[in-house]
C-alpha cells in the first residue's frame, strides 16, 4: 500500500513565525502535490513537482513556497505565518501516468493564532 | 466558471438504498479524467474510481459506479446498496489534458453524505 506521511497532525503557530510542514511517501511516485481545504471550498491545489528540484505554482501560491531536494520528500513552507493560513494542509503523492490516482496523507490541522 | 460542480452540499439515504451523487465538469480539452474520493470524518482522502474521457464503458469498482455522460458534461457517482460506513465527504476531481508532467486535478466542493438506518 502506498504510504504518504505528513509530520504532524495538529500543528499551532504564531502570526510572523516561519512553518515547516513535511511529506514523505514511500512509493517512487514521481508527482507531489500540496493543497490547503476549507469547508465549503473543497480543495484548492498550493503547488506541486513532477520531478526533484521541480515545482510549479498551482492556483493558490500566494504565501507559501516548497522544497523538493529528495523524490521522496516534499516541503511546504510558509514563509512568515499569517491567519488566513489557518486550514486543513493535505499533501498527495502519483505516479506520473495521466490516469493514476494521487493518494494523499492524513492532513496536517494547522492553526495560526 | 466552475470547473467541478458539486450542486448537492448534504444528501440523506437510507441503508441499503442506492444513492446518486451528482458532478458536472467544464473543459474543452477533449483528453480529461473525472476521478472520485471519499473522506470519512477521520479526514483521510480514499480514492474510490476513475473514468478517462476515452474510455467507451462506464467505469464500475465494487458498489461503485460511475455514470458518464460525455455530451452533458457530467460524471455521476452512483453508490449501491448503501452503508452506514459510506456516510461522508465525496469529491468529484478533473485532470484535464496530459502535460506530461503533474497531472494536478481540480476539485469540487464536495457533498456530504448521510445513510441513515
Redesign the interface.
Given at each position: 500500500d502506498v504510504k504518504v506521511t505528513q509530520s504532524s497532525r495538529y500543528l499551532v503557530k504564531r502570526t510572523g513565525e516561519k512553518v515547516f510542514l513535511e511529506c514523505v511517501q514511500d512509493m517512487d511516485h514521481?508527482?507531489m502535490?500540496w493543497?490547503r481545504q476549507d469547508p465549503?471550498?473543497?480543495?484548492?491545489?498550493i503547488y506541486?513537482?513532477?520531478?526533484v528540484k521541480?515545482k510549479?505554482k498551482?492556483?493558490i501560491p500566494e504565501g507559501y513556497s516548497v522544497s523538493r531536494e529528495k523524490k521522496e520528500r516534499f516541503s511546504l513552507i510558509l514563509e512568515s505565518a499569517s491567519t488566513n493560513q489557518t486550514s486543513?494542509y493535505?499533501c498527495?503523492s502519483?505516479l506520473?501516468q495521466?490516469?493514476?490516482?494521487?493518494?494523499?496523507?492524513?492532513?496536517t490541522r494547522l492553526s495560526i493564532l | 466558471a466552475q470547473k467541478?460542480t458539486q450542486t448537492q452540499p448534504g444528501m440523506f439515504v437510507q441503508e441499503k438504498e442506492a444513492v446518486t451523487l451528482d458532478c458536472t465538469y467544464d473543459t474543452s480539452d477533449p483528453?480529461y479524467?473525472l476521478?472520485w474520493?471519499k473522506q470519512p470524518s477521520?479526514?483521510?482522502?480514499i480514492?474510490l474510481i476513475?473514468q478517462?474521457s476515452y474510455d467507451q464503458q462506464n467505469a464500475t469498482e465494487g458498489r461503485y459506479s460511475l455514470n458518464f455522460q460525455k455530451a452533458r458534461k457530467s460524471a455521476n457517482l452512483v453508490i449501491s446498496a448503501s452503508q452506514l460506513g459510506d456516510s461522508a465527504m465525496y469529491?468529484c476531481?478533473m485532470?484535464e489534458g496530459?502535460t506530461?508532467?503533474?497531472?494536478?486535478?481540480?476539485?469540487?466542493?464536495?457533498t456530504q453524505l448521510k445513510v441513515e438506518l
Open positions: 514521481e508527482n502535490f493543497y465549503g471550498l473543497g480543495l484548492r491545489l506541486f513537482s513532477y520531478d521541480m510549479e498551482g492556483d486543513m493535505l498527495a502519483s506520473k495521466y490516469n493514476q490516482p494521487q493518494h494523499f496523507g492524513d492532513g | 467541478i483528453s479524467g476521478f474520493y477521520s479526514g483521510e482522502m480514492f476513475y478517462g469529491f476531481a485532470r496530459y506530461g508532467g503533474g497531472n494536478k486535478l481540480t476539485f469540487g466542493t464536495g
